[in-house]
């Protein structure tokens, strides 16, 4: 059963970058497909980033190409999202995620969840 802790997050201004960290313990995340999920106030949870098991492939919502890249350290059992060129619509709660298949863009096929790290960009 492993534990994901989310850190990094903050106040920035539009265009500025931010990287959150996902810390992983109780098992290694060399076993899991890794992603990132953002919820802004009233509005649903959506898929931000994914990283298959192997750290071959990685996967990324259109409104984040080209801006945000996840990375993984398996040797520091940890999860990077690096942010760049920050927009306001980017403003949300931060989750990290672990899914027990090699690769996954869905929601429901992690099974386990950090509590969050608010990123906020103002404008």
């Known amino acids: 059963q492993v534990q994901l802790v989310e850190s990094g997050g903050g106040l920035v201004q539009a265009g500025d970058s931010l990287r959150v960290s996902c810390a992983a313990s109780?098992?290694?995340?060399?076993?899991?497909?890794m992603g990132w999920f953002r919820q802004a106030p009233g509005k649903e949870r959506e898929f931000v980033a994914s990283?298959?098991?192997?750290?071959?492939?990685?996967s990324y919502r259109d409104s984040v190409k080209g801006r945000f890249t996840i990375s993984r350290d398996n040797a520091r059992n940890t999860v990077y999202l690096e942010m760049n060129s920050l927009k306001p619509e980017d403003t949300a709660v931060y989750y990290c995620a672990a899914s027990s298949l090699a690769y996954s863009d869905y929601e429901r096929q992690y099974k386990f969840w950090g509590q969050g790290t608010q990123v906020t960009v103002s404008s």
């Open positions: 109780g098992r290694t995340i060399s076993t899991y497909a």
């Open positions: 990283i298959s098991r192997s750290g071959s492939s990685t």
